[in-house]
């Protein structure tokens, strides 16, 4: 990145760098923009073939190109300037809200590029998954399965204890009835485990001569699950050396799991002291951090035999969950308002914002010590933001 290019426009205009000490402003309709994201969000995860025997597996493992390549990396000035007045501690984000063109994209989507290959690979026709009335994930099964030719059936639970208006007619379940998917709901409430439902659908897609590839909840209870994460901390690494920064925090939300154990794999394998703080908000604690410990663990043992994650290297902040799965409460609404306000931005009710209450937290109560850059792990989510306008009444 040229770091002699000159403002010419307005603050409100410029997309955020920071290098070292020095702050950079670039526009986004700018060929420096052009080359300079390009360097930045290289992708660092599939080129060449020398590493350690745990990216070498990673680079050997199919992979479908869902992604439009490396999320961007985000500086967040004003939320920074908010949080840490003296710039002590600098916050950025790496947006995998905006990491493809499928269906507004999203994590989700970052973990399938691993399981369609071995779908595709057993000649199936159907995708059978499960998830709430609004899930991310559901949809994104749906986008993956439309972009690849296939079916999806997914069974959409009442995970979340709340029935307005338009909560089952808009947002995520919209999306995937816009695409064609064959949506069932049920009355079923939430746990991360897997379901009778999505077992019968299976079951009914093959008594009609089809092929029924199941994905757990989150694509997460799965084999591959951790995969996607562990391959964004590579694409983490190419564009810290791009940007000069250390990305000394990650902070990310967990539930069903494999986001936080793959980021957690990762970062032990690469070995440079980075931390992973996951913030729950599943409101079941236990058996979120059961699951993305043995998650990392057979993630980890896939990559590398030799590759041990420790007890350590889980760390699952409960204290931001708000008591219950889905519902946003006064915490969450005033760090969702907070990102809105300061950097534009938007997070949801039932993840990103509960992830985003916990970093506010950290800096500002100090776990988070001055001289870090926190790196923000934006999951996704917005699509069901319509379906909690009620909570959002002014």
């Known amino acids: 990145m040229s770091e002699g290019i000159k403002p010419s426009r307005e603050p409100r205009d410029q997309l955020w760098f920071a290098r070292d000490s020095l702050r950079t402003s670039i526009y986004l309709d700018s060929p420096e923009v052009q080359a300079a994201m390009a360097a930045a969000n290289a992708n660092g995860a599939n080129g060449g073939e020398e590493g350690p025997a745990w990216l070498q597996k990673l680079r050997s493992i199919p992979r479908q190109p869902f992604l439009f390549g490396p999320s961007p990396v985000q500086f967040l000035p004003r939320l920074t300037k908010e949080l840490s007045p003296d710039e002590g501690v600098k916050i950025w984000a790496k947006r995998d809200d905006c990491n493809s063109g499928l269906a507004y994209g999203g994590n989700k989507i970052r973990k399938l590029e691993y399981l369609l290959p071995a779908a595709l690979s057993q000649n199936a026709t159907h995708l059978v998954s499960i998830g709430g009335i609004q899930s991310n994930h559901t949809r994104a099964v749906t986008a993956a399965a439309t972009a690849c030719g296939l079916k999806a059936v997914t069974i959409q639970e009442k995970w979340v204890p709340i029935d307005p208006p338009l909560y089952s007619k808009t947002g995520n379940i919209l999306l995937s009835r816009l695409m064609g998917g064959d949506v069932r709901t049920n009355d079923e409430g939430f746990h991360i485990g897997h379901k009778e439902a999505a077992k019968t659908a299976?079951?009914?897609?093959?008594?009609?001569?089809?092929?029924?590839?199941?994905?757990?909840?989150?694509?997460?209870?799965?084999?591959?699950?951790?995969?996607?994460f562990v391959n964004f901390v590579v694409e983490v690494a190419e564009q810290e050396r791009q940007l000069g920064v250390f990305f000394d925090t990650l902070i990310v939300c967990s539930v069903t799991g494999s986001s936080h154990a793959g980021l957690t794999v990762g970062a032990v394998a690469e070995g440079k002291g980075r931390k992973v703080i996951g913030i729950d908000a599943s409101g079941k604690v236990e058996a979120t951090k059961e699951q993305v410990t043995r998650i990392a663990r057979n993630t980890a043992e896939l990559l590398d035999p030799v590759l041990e994650i420790p007890d350590e290297a889980i760390v699952l902040d409960d204290r931001f969950h708000e008591g219950i799965y889905g519902i946003p409460g006064p915490s969450t609404i005033e760090?969702?308002?907070?990102?809105?306000?300061?950097?534009?931005?938007?997070?949801?009710?039932?993840?990103?914002?509960?992830?985003?209450?916990?970093?506010?937290?950290?800096v500002r109560e100090g776990t988070i010590k001055k001289g870090s850059n926190v790196l923000y792990v934006h999951l996704g989510g917005q699509p069901a933001l319509n379906a909690y306008s009620s909570y959002f009444q002014e």
Request: a negative charge; one cysteine or more.
């Open 202 to 228: 299976c079951e009914e897609v093959e008594k009609e001569g089809g092929k029924a590839y199941y994905i757990p909840a989150g694509a997460s209870d799965h084999e591959l699950g951790g995969l996607g």
């Open 335 to 362: 760090a969702m308002k907070l990102a809105a306000r300061t950097d534009a931005l938007i997070t949801d009710p039932v993840y990103e914002g509960k992830s985003m209450a916990g970093l506010v937290q950290l």
